[in-house]
């Protein structure tokens, strides 16, 4: 194998690692949101999270990971929509906020 095919299949690898761990975590971060809104008593919409940051930062342990935040909407009264957002750290949840 040449260099040139070498760092073309770690640069593909890396790639789809990170679209695979992003799907894993907006699954999860989907998940916290849908169950932050039922044990407060409000209708999490469309059923998704929105991505709208993405930063590499270290965890507790000092490895490299992503932190990532999400937004999505919910409704108090069935008859508005209002905004959360969710942040996520790795796979962990850092914070999580629905105002009321």
């Not at 690692?17 to 799907?23: A, I």
């Not at 990532?68 to 909407?73: A, I, K, L, S, V």
């Amino acid at each position: 194998m040449s260099w040139f095919e070498i760092i073309l299949v770690v640069s593909l690898g890396s790639l789809f690692w990170l679209w695979f761990d992003g799907t894993r975590v907006r699954e999860i971060a989907v998940e916290r949101a849908r169950r932050h809104c039922h044990v407060n008593d409000v209708q999490f919409l469309d059923g998704t999270v929105s991505l709208t940051k993405i930063k590499p930062t270290r965890n507790e342990h000092g490895r490299l990971t992503f932190e990532r935040t999400y937004t999505f909407e919910y409704s108090d009264t069935g008859n508005n929509r209002k905004p959360g957002s969710i942040i996520m750290l790795g796979q962990a949840v850092l914070f999580l906020d629905i105002s009321r």
